[in-house]
């Protein structure tokens, strides 16, 4: 069994911030990429950003210079700082790992429960 467990959504004022993390766990042999996705209501889950095994971050460009996505090895676990949030950024954002589960030979894609960003305006 592998979860991933997102925490850290909620309400903010246009302007403001918010950190999102998202923890894996379980019979995890490697975590490859990890990623952040959102959807908004009555659109299509987009990617916001992802990050390499090595620290390599890509951003969609919606969020560049305002997201910084980072991960924590040792922990499983994969941040995305939000600062500057417009109205626009609200949805539900969606944590993903590309994982290889403890005994097998392929690596296939996680993804958490989702947690709501609402940005105010």
């Known amino acids: 069994q592998v979860q991933l467990v997102e925490s850290g959504g909620g309400l903010v004022q246009a302007g403001g911030s918010l950190r999102l993390s998202c923890a894996a766990s379980?019979?995890?042999?490697?975590?490859?990429?990890m990623g952040w996705y959102r959807q908004g209501l009555g659109k299509q889950r987009e990617l916001v950003a992802v990050?390499?095994?090595?620290?390599?971050?890509n951003y969609a460009d919606s969020v560049k210079g305002r997201f910084t996505i980072s991960r924590d090895n040792a922990k499983n676990t994969v941040y995305l700082q939000m600062n500057s949030l417009k109205s626009d950024d609200t949805a539900v954002y969606y944590c993903?790992?590309?994982?290889?589960?403890?005994?097998?030979?392929?690596?296939?894609?996680?993804w958490g429960q989702g947690t709501q960003v609402t940005v105010s305006s």
């Open positions: 379980g019979s995890i042999f490697r975590i490859n990429n």
């Open positions: 990050i390499t095994n090595g620290g390599t971050p």
């Open positions: 993903m790992a590309i994982l290889q589960r403890s005994g097998t030979y392929y690596a296939t894609d996680y």
